[in-house]
């Protein structure tokens, strides 16, 4: 004992001393990247600002948000766990970003420690040629023709939980509901049900789900990968899920061979993904890329991320500012009214969503007002020359900040305003360049399509056949980060039928 007692005193000056190498080295590195870039003078050691990251992340990017705003460059630092990190708040500089995704500058990784969590392979990390030749094949998954067979899942499954809410919330007696996870709920069941549809077996469902409320909690924890933390769930649970999703891939394939009528997303993208596998055999050629199952319930789980949670977010913010103004709600009912009736038993058909003119533009004022992914986090590949007076760093994981973005150009951007994007004013157009809720450049939401008609769809329906009021607490509508945004208090509501009787749509 003594000796070993004799070995630490030592030992410990020498492992003190090089601790304080490490810490120093780690301020100095830090600073050069930084320059005189707004942000923190110092950090803590080796973990930086982590803690307030993962504590408090709404306060974290409001003081990155004010740090940007103070600079002339439009941009701010920070350092988390060993990655230095830029907040730009900046749309020119942000399309900047966005347009040089490719080896050499940007790689997109949706999440700082996403190649972790999603795996190396999956949509969001490819660039160049073989990006394309994916975007290609999957463009039959939102043609208008599939798009037409989405809306009708996408009613059914919205009018069951309408019914189940309005339920849940008269036998609450005076007490809101609070509808954050009540409406992820039926985004997954939807989202489900829209990209592998038939193929995800009941049996399945219960633990696809229990995987995926896993994914979502390790998504906003810190990512530290030993048994027993949330991180080390999360990446396992998606394993599963893609191993979950490759079998449905596999099923749609056998279908779609037999000459069967796509029902889902994945028929419609096996339906042509059989073809050219056929016709490759045929010719002797090698097998076709992104065509084997594991890869294809790779891109599947993209589909379901972006369609999840991104979803919730508009669906939420959907119903707290169609609260906070009556004329719109008043002026939605009115339109939806004149083109389709809950009393009318049917579903509302493609056509008639394309007349809602201005219950699409409240959707696209909804998401640009609060747009649900609100930063698009990016690493540099090598040093780039953001501006003429900073490069960025390679290693550097970049956030261009969307929600920033929304409310620069537009006229009175800080008003809630669907008018905005009516025919009079196409600010959609004039503006184009701030809109970047979907992105920009060569990894644009290649969904946004089917997003926005899944948002015209909720709120046609629920304003419809629900009458509802906010229950106002101080602070209810301050934005939190779960990982996508939400009202803070999770969107507490008191609902009621509006219409005489619910449309029997679930037949």
Known sequence: MGTILVFLATVAPYLLSLIAMLILMEQISYMKKKRLIPGPVLVFPFIGNAISLVSNPTKFWDVQSSLAKSSDSGV??????????????????????????????????GHPFG??????????????????????RIAPNFTPRALSTYTSLQQKIILKHLMEWERL?????????????LARDMNLETSQTVIVGPYLRHEARERFDYDYNLFNVGLMKLPIDLPGFAFRDARLAVGRLVETLAVCAERSKLRMEAGEEPECLIDFWMQETVREIAAASESGEKPLPHTGNAEIGGHLFDFLFAAQDASTSSLLWAVTLLELHPDVLAKVRQEVAGIWSPESDTLITAEQLREMKYTEAVAREVVRYRAPAPMVPHIAGEDFPLTESYTIPKGTIVFPSVFESSFQGFTEANRFDPERFLDGRQEDRVYKRNFLAFGAGAHQCVGQRYALNYLVLFIAMFTSLLDFKRHRTDGCDEIAYVPTICPKDDCKVYLSRRCTRYPSLLR
């Open 169 to 181: 919330s008269s036998g609450c007696a005076f007490e809101p509901i609070k509808l954050r996870l």
């Open 115 to 136: 190649k972790k969590l999603f795996g190396e392979h999956n949509l969001i990390y490819m660039m160049g040629q073989d990006h394309k030749d994916l975007r290609r």
């Open 76 to 109: 701010s630092a920070n350092y988390i766990i060993g990655k230095f990190i830029l907040f730009i708040r900046s749309t020119e500089l942000s399309h900047r970003i966005f347009a040089n995704v490719r080896p050499d500058a940007f790689h997109l990784v």
